[in-house]
């Protein structure tokens, strides 16, 4: 198990990420690829999730499913990174190799939420 730190940490990231969606919608619209509905939506709902999901990881009893429901967060929007690096406007203007490095990165973050299944 990771410290107490990371997890905060963690929860944190995922909390404030949910809020920007909310801030910033622009900035997570141009990310959502063509062929998935309703990018509004879907910007709500993963940034409502993104908050609920931070905040349940802080409560010890509610943990593992919040561990479970960040996992499940970061395969579903595995595609908006793939369109990041295939589409540059999507991709902000960032060097391909960034945009590249975030896909396994991915793992990197799922990794860290499996720390706190039990």
Do not use: C, D
């Amino acid at each position: 198990m990771t410290s107490p730190w990371h997890l905060y940490l963690m929860a944190m990231l995922y909390i404030l990420a949910g809020i920007n969606h909310f801030r910033k919608p622009g900035m997570y619209l141009k990310i959502i690829p063509p062929a998935f509905k309703n990018p509004k939506l879907i910007n709500i709902l993963s940034g409502a999730a993104e908050i609920i999901l931070g905040i349940l990881l802080i409560l010890p009893f509610t943990r593992s499913f919040a561990a479970w429901g960040i996992i499940a967060l970061l395969i579903a929007v595995f595609p908006a990174n793939v369109y990041m690096l295939q589409n540059k406007k999507a991709g902000f203007g960032l060097p391909r190799w960034i945009l590249f490095v975030r896909l396994p990165l991915q793992l990197v973050l799922i990794y860290w939420a499996y720390q706190y299944i039990y």
